[in-house]
């Protein structure tokens, strides 16, 4: 039942809109898809969210340390 799983559910269309416009914002071929995802994805579990009551990120507790930053590029 998605219904009932609100949060994941809008995370996963969060993503999926994110891709298109990775791809566009490159102009790199369709084909690229699944890497502008996985981008999309790595991008955000880097960043802080409301979830978390605290200022952690999802990548500060599942790997118990800060992320980097530098090799990130506009």
């Excluded at 609100?6 to 999926?16: D, L, P």
């Amino acid at each position: 039942m998605p219904q009932s799983n609100g949060v994941s559910e809008r995370a996963n269309c969060t993503m999926i809109g994110t891709m298109p416009a990775l791809v566009h914002a490159v102009s790199v071929p369709k084909q690229y898809r699944a890497q502008a995802l996985m981008t999309a994805i790595y991008v955000r579990n880097r960043l802080p969210t409301r979830a978390i009551q605290t200022c952690f990120t999802l990548y500060e507790l599942w790997d118990s340390r800060k992320p980097i930053y530098e090799h990130l590029r506009v």
